[in-house]
């Protein structure tokens, strides 16, 4: 089955204890990329990648990391969290094809709470 | 301005009306046009793609307006279950998808 695969779903951490949710995708897509949605402000996009070993900055960068060493795998890391990263985090991931119209294929969500 | 504008809603209406959002969008050089819906705090779907010439299907239909740069949703014979949030989604000339914030849909009995 075709999917993106995020983990963990729900995770309770404390400030500055560095932490990292997993993403993965079957799709053998090219572009993956990492949203935050808080509630009023909609999908924010936090880092993007158009191919492995290519990241580049979204909207909202700061206080985040990104690697792609792989083409299925697209981690975020938190190094040191804080209380206003506390949302629900989304990766997707579009196989960047003209062609297939780059249709948008996300995760389940991962719900993060800093406190 | 940003890039995408929605009317944030919410939009309260009784099953069977018709429903229709817009989507405002600032980059001239856009080439793909979405609608994505998202329940509440679940991830976003794709519920259609918006081409040149307008699209149906079943009960929605979604118009592309290039000159005005706008995009439409339209939604007949609403069901309870359309209530969602419904998100446009443009893609620029680099191909980077921008969102709207969404409009809020709520269909009562």
């Known amino acids: 089955e075709a999917q993106v695969t995020q983990n963990p779903r729900y995770l309770i951490t404390v400030t500055g204890k560095k932490l990292t949710v997993t993403c993965s995708q079957n799709m053998n897509h090219e572009y993956m990329s990492w949203y935050r949605q808080d509630p009023g402000l909609g999908l924010r996009q936090i880092y993007y990648?158009?191919?492995?070993?290519?990241?580049d900055k979204g909207d909202v960068p700061e206080g985040y990391k990104v690697s792609r060493k792989e083409k299925r795998n697209f981690p975020l890391i938190l190094e040191s969290p804080s209380p206003n990263q506390t949302s629900l985090y989304f990766c997707a991931s579009s196989p960047w094809d003209r062609a297939s119209g780059n249709t948008i294929y996300f995760g389940e969500g991962s719900w993060l709470t800093v406190v | 301005r940003k890039e995408v504008e929605q009317d944030p809603g919410p939009f309260n209406v009784p099953e069977g009306a018709t429903v229709a959002f817009n989507c405002t969008y600032s980059n001239s050089a856009s080439q793909s046009f979405f609608w994505y819906r998202q329940d509440c705090r679940k991830e976003p779907k794709l519920l259609m793609s918006v081409y040149s010439s307008g699209n149906e299907d079943g009960r929605f239909t979604a118009q592309l307006n290039r000159a005005s740069q706008y995009i439409s949703l339209l939604i007949r014979d609403s069901k309870l279950s359309d209530s969602a949030t419904y998100l446009c989604v443009v893609n620029g000339g680099s191909y980077i998808p921008t969102f709207g914030r969404g409009t809020s849909l709520i269909v009562h009995p």
């Open positions: 990648s158009m191919n492995v070993e290519v990241t």
